[in-house]
């Protein structure tokens, strides 16, 4: 009920549900939470991310927020499936992006 869940060690998504069941072929060998590597441009290794920019037409100073995905993936068909950590504040900065479009709007109209 309350916004603070996602302070507990994990932002757990599931309620309750340990062993997930692939989707693809049912077996409940799979690995939750499975991080993905990704490269950046300077060859550094980080996470793999998607962005939101909350001035997204802004030459400088974009207001990136950045979310990172894991991987559930199954151990018995290799089915993957991606999920953003922290949705709720990743919705957030997509919401407060398109308030500030919606402004733009009415200020240039
Ligand atoms: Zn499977």
Redesign the pocket.
């Known amino acids: 009920m309350s916004e603070h869940e996602n302070h507990a060690s994990h932002a757990g998504a599931s309620d309750g549900a340990d062993n997930e069941t692939?989707p693809?072929?049912?077996?409940r060998k799979v690995i939750p939470r499975v991080r993905i590597i990704d490269r950046n441009a300077n060859s550094g290794v980080e996470e793999l991310s998607v962005e939101v920019h909350e001035y997204p037409y802004a030459m400088f100073f974009r207001g990136t927020h950045r979310g990172y995905l894991s991987a559930s993936v199954?151990g018995?068909?290799?089915?993957t499936e991606l999920y953003l950590e922290d949705p709720a504040a990743f919705h957030a900065a997509y919401e407060s992006a398109l308030a500030r479009q919606r402004d733009d709007q009415i200020k240039r109209g």
């Open positions: 692939c693809k072929c049912r077996s199954c018995e068909c290799g089915f």
